[in-house]
């Protein structure tokens, strides 16, 4: 029972809206495309931009910047990590998250995930103490959410500052919490693969004035921190304008008019992406080989990709099964490479990290899969899609036992 070959791309993006062409258009013709080279009394869209995500992320403060990636490395700064200070980070997550630390001079301390892909608590609690580490980058790769309030109550007992890497979680919440509200900070990306779009850029939020005002300097602001959506009040800055150095990490106008209309119909994306998710969990959960994440109550996750595990799987059968799909045309990635592809990199590929022994993420790993859900895929498509690598999965398992 030959089924048809999937033909879409994985990596090709709905259209950026009408509106949101328009508007970049708009700043092109206009020529203030720099964030603070704005017309007198006019607002830009950068500034714009950070008011509507503060309000739409339910914080009092919004900073936008360049990606994802200087988010963090701006919220580790401004949260005060120096050089040679610990930082406790998930042991599986992407390159950029261990790099962020790395380069403002810290040291990541690697967690455990357990099975549902989520940093193991216990291993955060122990090794806190072990290290004495008082900040953690918390990850929350490919969506999943762990038990937010549990988490904040070991931070706070613990003194452990938390920020949260929402690059994946954009919307996602925990208990009618969105993600990125609990710690200190919530990182967010507006890279391509990402919830919105605008090719490269990141928000910042916090409800810590002076958190905030660092991380404004720390952007590259200069004096004109006064022209931000979302900041902090001017007396804040007295003293931090001139102690904090200028990394110049800006967004600017074009990418911040493409982002406003895509954040206006955010809910909607979610609900298409959930829409996916489900139909190819649901699917796949129905082969007793195949492993999902649980999916807790108090989750309210963003499915834009989802993620599979068969357990005990060997290296030999994960590559025949990533090469059977791929020639299906399903781009499916296997977190158990023995070396770096694409995107996907795992801990013992981060040289510039303390190489740490992580035994659980690591048999983990050996049988995780990951497959993206952009929203070019339509119900029929997810259908395929997950009839095809359960048939791979099938064949597979029909070899080994035959
Ligand atoms: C993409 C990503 C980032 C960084 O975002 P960029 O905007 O690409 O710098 C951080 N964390 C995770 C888990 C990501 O997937």
Request: include cysteine; proline fraction near 5%; glycine fraction near 8%.
């Amino acid at each position: 029972m030959a089924r048809a070959r999937f033909s879409k791309s994985f990596t090709q993006q709905p259209p950026i809206p009408e509106d949101a062409i328009e508007a970049a258009v708009a700043v092109m013709r206009s020529g203030r495309l720099h964030r603070y080279n704005t017309a007198p009394g006019v607002p830009g869209e950068t500034m714009e931009l950070e008011r509507d995500f503060a309000l739409w992320q339910g914080q009092p403060f919004c900073l936008a910047v360049a990606s994802g990636g200087q988010a963090m490395q701006i919220a580790l700064r401004a949260a005060g990590v120096k050089m040679g200070d610990l930082v406790l980070t998930n042991g599986f997550t992407l390159a950029p998250v261990p790099g962020a630390i790395a380069v403002v001079g810290g040291k990541p301390v690697l967690v455990e995930i357990t099975d549902d892909l989520v940093i193991d608590l216990d291993d955060l609690a122990a090794k806190a103490r072990q290290t004495g580490a008082r900040f953690l980058l918390l990850s929350h790769m490919r969506g999943h959410l762990c038990d937010m309030e549990r988490l904040m109550q070991i931070a706070t007992e613990l003194d452990i500052t938390v920020l949260e890497d929402c690059a994946h979680t954009m919307g996602a919440r925990w208990n009618r919490k969105l993600s990125g509200s609990f710690g200190l900070a919530g990182c967010f990306s507006t890279q391509t693969y990402k919830h919105l779009n605008s090719g490269e850029g990141g928000l910042l939020t916090s409800q810590d004035a002076e958190f905030m005002a660092r991380a404004t300097i720390l952007s590259g602001s200069y004096m004109l921190f006064d022209r931000h959506g979302a900041g902090p009040a001017t007396e804040v800055y007295d003293d931090i304008r001139l102690d904090t150095p200028n990394t110049s990490a800006r967004m600017d106008n074009l990418r911040a008019a493409l982002l406003r209309p895509q954040l206006r119909r955010i809910d909607q994306s979610i609900a298409a992406w959930n829409e996916r998710y489900d139909l190819v969990a649901a699917r796949l959960a129905a082969h007793p080989a195949i492993r999902l994440p649980t999916r807790p109550e108090a989750e309210a996750y963003v499915g834009s990709s989802i993620q599979f595990r068969l357990p005990g799987i060997t290296a030999a059968n994960a590559q025949t099964l990533v090469a059977r799909l791929s020639g299906a045309g399903v781009e499916v990635k296997w977190f158990g490479a023995p070396h770096p592809i694409g995107f996907t990199s795992d801990h013992h590929s981060w040289r510039y990290v303390a190489a740490q022994n992580l035994p659980q993420t690591d048999r983990i790993l050996a049988g995780l899969f990951d497959m993206r859900l952009p929203l070019s895929f339509t119900l029929p498509d997810c259908a395929l899609l997950a009839d095809l690598i359960v048939d791979a999965v099938a064949a597979l398992q029909t070899r080994a036992t035959s």
